[in-house]
């Protein structure tokens, strides 16, 4: 069998001798989830690999995969119901594990924070906006830049599957009734617009790359609602063994978006919630080149609500995550965090 090397990183050296693969090097299958988003992700990623490494330019350099997810599959029910998170991945690592494709492409807030073995997360790409955004339909009135909530109506339905998003919201406005709302970007827009539920939030990430701003009748400062852990950067997977790909895709790494994510996602781990729990994680480098994570947990319900912040060196981004997680953990009660 012929081997090629792949296309060399530039500027870049590997400190070890270059383990041969047991494919041909070119295409690089990319896998993705099929939804409109996911597509422009990957598409965004595979231009910045290519920006990086201009040998991939060739039209055949890269196959694109979607792949249809358990999660993609199941629209009827709140995913917390179905198993969680882990299920828009699954098929993805699955195709990865066994050389179907050979790296994955996701919305990093969809990505569990433990991955399967063998399966490692090799680079986050910029981060994109990380706030949410609040879409109103026909009963609400115009939004109030001060108090984005006050246009929704007393009793008002408010469409979401996020326990996060409703929690924060019913803390605030506990006579709104959350109502669930599944469906791409796109396909939610739709039904606040026919009236089925009078508001929803969406990322402002996606609503951006789906050049559908406009739609955001106001963005949520994160002191207002804090987002998911993750949200806005996209994240790619490969395989643990692939030492060449790891290479590459540490060369278009962005430092700040793997330094808040490390946070992020180690306060998530560390509070070790089941789906069912509103967790909030959102880190920054501020001005003065710190760190600063702001973590929240909640009651579904509105009931209960503690946020936290912390900061000190992005370098020990992951050791800040896991202390506040703890903190977090430790001061909330038990039954937030039962499956
Ligand atoms: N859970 C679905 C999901 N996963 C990632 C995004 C948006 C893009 C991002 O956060 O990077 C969305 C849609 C949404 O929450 O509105």
């Known amino acids: 069998m012929s081997r090629h090397p792949l296309p060399p990183a530039i500027g870049r050296t590997a400190p070890h001798p270059t383990p041969r693969r047991d494919r041909s090097p070119l295409p690089l299958r990319v896998g993705t989830r099929a939804s409109p988003l996911a597509l422009i992700q990957t598409r ?40 969680g998170k882990g299920l828009f991945a699954k098929e993805i690592h699955e195709a990865l594990a066994d050389g179907r494709i050979d790296f994955a492409v996701h919305s990093l807030k969809d990505l569990e924070t433990t991955l399967p073995e063998g399966i490692v997360l090799a680079c986050c790409m910029t981060r994109e906006d990380a706030r949410d955004a609040l879409v109103l339909g026909p009963r609400c009135g115009a939004p109030d830049p001060q108090d984005p909530f006050a246009a929704i109506p007393p009793g008002a339905t408010v469409g979401t599957a996020s326990v996060r998003r409703a929690a924060q919201l019913l803390h605030r406005r506990p006579d709104l009734r959350p109502a669930l709302l599944r469906g791409n970007v796109g396909t939610r827009i739709a039904k606040v617009r026919a009236g089925e539920v009078d508001a929803t939030f969406l990322a402002y990430a996606g609503l951006r790359r789906l050049g559908l701003e406009h739609e955001a009748a106001a963005v949520l400062d994160p002191t207002v609602m804090v987002p998911a852990a993750g949200q806005g950067i996209v994240g790619v997977t490969v395989r643990a063994a692939d030492v060449e790909l790891r290479d590459l895709l540490s060369g278009i790494e962005d430092a700040e978006a793997a330094a808040v994510s490390r946070a992020e996602r180690a306060m998530l781990a560390a509070l070790d919630g089941s789906c069912r729990t509103p967790i909030g994680g959102h880190a920054e480098i501020g001005a003065d080149g710190a760190l600063h994570l702001t973590g929240l947990v909640a009651r579904a319900d509105g009931s209960f609500l503690l946020k936290r912040a912390i900061s000190g060196a992005p370098s020990e981004a992951e050791a800040l995550g896991r202390t506040l997680g703890e903190s977090l953990r430790r001061d909330s009660p038990a039954d937030i965090f039962l499956p």
Do not use: K, N, Y
């Open 44 to 83: 965004a990623f595979m231009a910045r690999l290519v920006g990086f490494c201009p040998v991939l330019h060739a039209a055949e350099a890269f196959e694109e995969h979607a792949i249809t997810t358990s999660g993609d599959r199941v629209q009827d029910r709140a995913l917390a119901e179905i198993g």
